[in-house]
């Protein structure tokens, strides 16, 4: 089985593994009226996602190119800011304290600009401090949006 | 042409600078991700107290127009769908942003909103006790089958794999039932707490659209040399003009199919704009170019979703029935100084009614106006280097998914689906039938439960959902949109053999 | 170090005393947000927004309220949200919809009660009316419940959601009356079950009086009967489903107000309580809500306590059959 040939078996088999598990659970939990439209769709469900896995081990499925590794290592620290920033920071730091570092991080860790030179680490905080005065200007202050406050704002 | 003669009452300073206040507002607030029509009108009703019904309406007629056409703005530049009505609008317009012709995409997009909107609100103008009448023959069994008809789209939908973009729809089918169901109030596949409250299809939007397009910029690392910044050329607005005449039909099948949709009561203009996009390719001599940044795509899937404003106010005014969440707010804007829509209203209150819809009239105009103007300028967003465009993206996802409902949960369900987009579209599946199955389910799910339960106390779900001439015609519809989505998608595909690998790189 | 620690920790539990105290009496310093269950545009948010709209007046509350819609599942989703996520604070305040959050408790499968919230004040009271289209063949309740009576389980009748106001009349019609309806309760709450009666879908449907009003003046329905001890000042021709000789009280009467989460501090409680009443009752409000055809009744937080636990009580009779 080639590389490319195994990136479509998992994810297929993963589907289908949903696909199933939503079809048992429509057709076993109570009561029965709430679940008689997902029944319909879980039908079409498994249908297509054995199908979409036949088409994976045959090596039929060709559109998309999987994850690589190389982008996965890139992506890697902005995923981890983005699932801080969104499952604690966001409510124990507050949403402006939280989303001014978030932005901050996310920008100088993939500026291209040295990291050395302290006029492009001012020129990162400006550009934060502005982006974040217009957000607390559209969402605080014209939208009246109240977010959590946290430890500080 | 007795709207005509209240076109003077627009006119008057207070109400002239209302129609620009509520034109500039509502398209600042289209453009905030997170603010669909239907919140930004509802925040300005408080407004609306301190001005005579008249005035309030000019403001809340203009505001409306605008906030649907400003939706457009952070779809083609962001590709952060601001309402499900924008959707389409992100997949050909995000594509010509990123070439460089931000500006082109939204001169576009402008005008050909002027365009299906004006025709919408004379169609209002025109027809209302015509179309009121039609409005109500859908009952719970057509919204099913309309339902159904737009599930048919799916499959053909900015996928270039017939299963997987099926497989895709299915799975926005089932995301959509998750949570306590509208009807039974049972609990359906609640796995963490987070989803016991469903999933709100805003949030689920930004997390679709902008979170994938994050990762991916995250996934290029630190480029020093971004090919993607192109300068982004000034676009004359005569030849937007010249080039929108040149698309007669994408324009002409949006503007029909968006009036058309916006008048059944339920459906609403949320699928609009998808339908009109999906119709506008299937009868373009250059389907392959939907999807790539095609002017088309964008001008098919605008026009429709501000043709369809006009038209959903008709069962409103005259049946005093609102046919979509941003009728009903207006509604209660009419109500508040005690003006009862109903089939007299247009002798009742002549100046308020026709004022209000005059106002439409010229909001679109200035709307059109107003956002050419800005277009260049705004263009430069996407122009802006990559990881601060990521980084704003990722703040503005955050702040956007939880204005919608103050919920932490609804942006962890944001990002928890954007991160699985991600992946799912690393392997070919793509977000937009997985967004149009997540608009769809509830809508075919309830209407079925609704339309099953008259069909039990009457004589079977079968003599209620498949006979009468309307049924017949909207099952006859769903029949030929499935069999021709079949054929140019499958039967096609192996007669040709079109080698898929290549396309899709 | 020891100690240090411990020193350290009492201050910052010192701190955060005063910190409650200190929020309890500037109380409030910021907008105040209200909860609202139903969707942008229904009865409830409409009169949620007329209500609440002087609430910046320096002699009400001094901050404005602005208004959260958290529609889904027929109230579920908004009360659930607010019972579990929301903050105690005063700063996040709900709007209740009664019979609705208590049938649907006793129901069971949601995270509130009764007990779970505080109650504020009450702003209005809504009744059920019994419609029928225009062009209906019935012409009194009588018609109608012949009609079931002869044709059991076959007379649709469409309403805004399952344990909802319009719900608890159509049960207790039907056991009034001991036939059987065909209640459908519709996707898209009372605009939706109102379309369906003037549509013909359904042969007759429990809506809002305040929408039915409307649509009456509108000439798109007949209001057969309301389901309230006493007529209403907006229908006066109208008769009460007892007076029909429906046993059927007031119990669906839709009582709308504002309440806030159990554990809410005490004197923030009081300071509602004693604002949240002048603020419904300032003219401009009063005003506002006759134009839009909504009856109004003012309750204070004791008397919403008590009408709290008699609905309890009815309505755990009522829903114990099924």
Known sequence: MTNSRLQHVIPGALILAIALLVTYLSFTEEPAEAFLFPRIISIAFVGLAVWNFIRAAGGMAKVGRGLAMNDAKNLMPGLIVMLILVFWAAKALGFYISATLAFFTVYSIYDPAPHSSTKDWIKRAVITAAFMAAIYALFALLLKVQTPRGMFI | MEFLSYFGGVFEPIALMLLFA????????????????????????????????????????????????????????????????????????????????????????????????????????????????????????????????????????????????????????????????????????????????????????????????????????????????????????????????????????????????????????????????????????????????????????????????????????????????????????????????????????????????????????????????????????????????????????????????????????????????????????????????????????????????????????????????????????????????????????SFTKVPNSEAAK | MKTLMKKALLSAAAISVSATLALAADYPDRPIGVAVSYGAGGATDFQARIVTMVAGNEDILGQPIYILNKPGAGGRKGWNWFATEAEADGYTMSAYNIPHFVAQSIKGGVKYSAASFEPIANWGADPAVVIVGKDSKFNTMQDLIDHAKANPGKTTTSGAGLFVGHHIAALQIEKACACKLAYIPTKGGGAAAMKAVIAGEVLAGVNNLSDAFRAREAGNVKILGVADLERNEFIKDVPTLKETGLDVDNSSVNFRGLMVKKGTPQAVIDKLAAQVPLMFAHARVTKRMKAGGSPMKIMTRDEVKAMWAARETTLKDLLAGL
Not at chain 2, 178 to 188: K, Q, S, V
Not at chain 2, 397 to 418: K, P, T
């Open chain 2, 22 to 493: 509520g034109t500039v507002g509502g398209l600042i607030l289209g453009a905030t991700p997170g603010l669909s029509p239907t919140m930004a009108v509802a925040l300005l009703i408080p407004f609306t107290f301190h001005l005579s019904p008249t005035q309030g309406l000019i403001l809340l007629g203009a505001a409306y127009t605008s906030t649907v056409a400003g939706g457009a703005v952070s779809a083609i530049l962001l590709k952060i769908p601001g309402a499900p009505a924008n959707i389409a609008t992100a997949l050909d317009g995000n594509e010509m942003a990123k070439r460089g012709e931000g500006a082109r995409a939204l001169h576009l997009s402008f005008l050909a909103s002027g365009v299906g909107g004006v025709i919408g609100v004379l169609l209002l103008i025109f027809l209302t006790p015509l179309l009121a009448q039609w409005a109500l023959k859908f009952g719970p069994s057509h919204l099913f089958w309309i339902a159904i008809l737009g599930v048919t789209v799916i499959g053909s939908l900015d996928s270039k794999s017939f299963v997987k973009g099926l497989l895709s729809g299915c799975i926005g089918l089932w995301l959509s039932t998750i949570g306590t169901d509208d009807i039974m109030g049972a609990d359906r596949f609640i796995f963490v707490d987070a989803l016991s409250g469903g999933i709100t299809i805003i949030p689920a939007l930004i997390g679709l659209f902008a979170i994938p397009q994050v990762l991916d910029m995250f996934a290029k690392g630190r480029v020093s040399a971004v090919i993607d910044t192109i300068d982004v050329p000034r676009y004359k607005v005569f030849d937007s003009v010249k080039e929108l005449t040149c698309s007669l039909r994408a324009l002409s099948i949006g503007t029909v199919i968006g009036s058309i949709i916006g008048l059944i009561p339920g459906v609403g203009g949320q699928i609009a704009g998808l339908v009109a996009y999906d119709q506008a390719r299937n009868f373009s001599p250059q389907k392959d170019k939907f999807g790539t940044g095609h002017p088309e795509g964008v001008i098919a899937a605008e026009s429709a979703n501000n043709a369809m404003v006009g038209p959903s106010l008709v069962p409103l005014l005259t049946l005093s029935i609102p046919g979509s969440p941003t009728a009903a707010v207006l509604l209660g804007g009419l109500l508040i100084h005690g003006i009862f829509p109903g089939s007299d209203i247009f002798d009742k209150h002549p100046e308020v009614v026709w004022t209000f819809i005059n106002s439409m009239l010229l909001g679109q105009i200035l709307m059109v106006i107003f956002g050419i103007y800005t277009a260049a300028w705004a263009a430069r967003i996407a122009k802006a280097p990559i990881p601060i465009l990521a980084a704003g993206v990722l703040v503005l996802a955050l702040f956007g998914s939880y204005s919608v409902g103050q919920s932490m949960g609804d942006v962890q369900i944001m990002l928890a689906l954007g991160i699985g987009m991600y992946i799912l579209e690393k392997f070919g599946f793509s977000a937009a039938p997985l967004v149009l199955g997540l608009i769809l389910g509830p809508i075919a799910g309830d209407y079925f439960n609704n339309g099953s339960m008259i069909a039990a106390a009457q004589d079977g779900p079968w003599v209620y959902f498949f006979t009468g001439p309307l049924n017949i015609i909207l099952i006859a519809m769903v029949v030929a949109s499935i069999a021709y989505s079949f054929w140019t998608n499958m039967l096609r595909a």
